[in-house]
């Protein structure tokens, strides 16, 4: 038996359960610190009931906004052809299919019917 040797177990060219422990944890950290779960000493307020205060959720409803855009420009567009065929600005109306409400903040969209306009009230939204 001469020129073999012995070999460990788990001394092989693997990993080794410690050096996963420590890669995860290092992993953990970082998504900690990116996702804004670490406290940052003062806290926003919340503009409005049920805004987001980590980075994960608001970028979530920056995604859910382009829904409240979207409703917005349809009603806007329902609005301008119902006042082509009746001649005056129409009332706004759920047979349009379309959601009265922010998807953001869940307030009402606000209608002016003498002038047409109609605009959501959840603050970060009066450019829509």
Request: charged share 25%; net charge positive; with cysteine.
């Amino acid at each position: 038996m001469r020129g073999r040797t012995r070999s460990l177990p788990g001394s092989g060219s693997g990993f080794v359960l410690v050096e996963i422990l420590v890669v995860l944890v290092l992993l953990a950290a970082v998504a900690a610190v990116y996702f804004g779960l670490r406290g940052k000493g003062e806290k926003a307020e919340p503009r409005f009931e049920g805004e987001a205060q980590t980075t994960l959720g608001k970028a979530r409803q920056a995604g859910i906004s382009v829904e409240c855009r979207n409703n917005l420009s349809q009603l806007r567009q329902m609005i301008q052809m119902e006042s082509i065929d009746g001649g005056i600005p129409p009332k706004l109306s759920k047979k349009w299919n379309v959601s009265l409400k922010c998807a953001v903040s869940g307030y009402s969209y606000v209608y002016d019917p003498r002038t047409g306009k109609v605009r959501c009230r959840t603050p970060g939204h009066e450019n829509y």
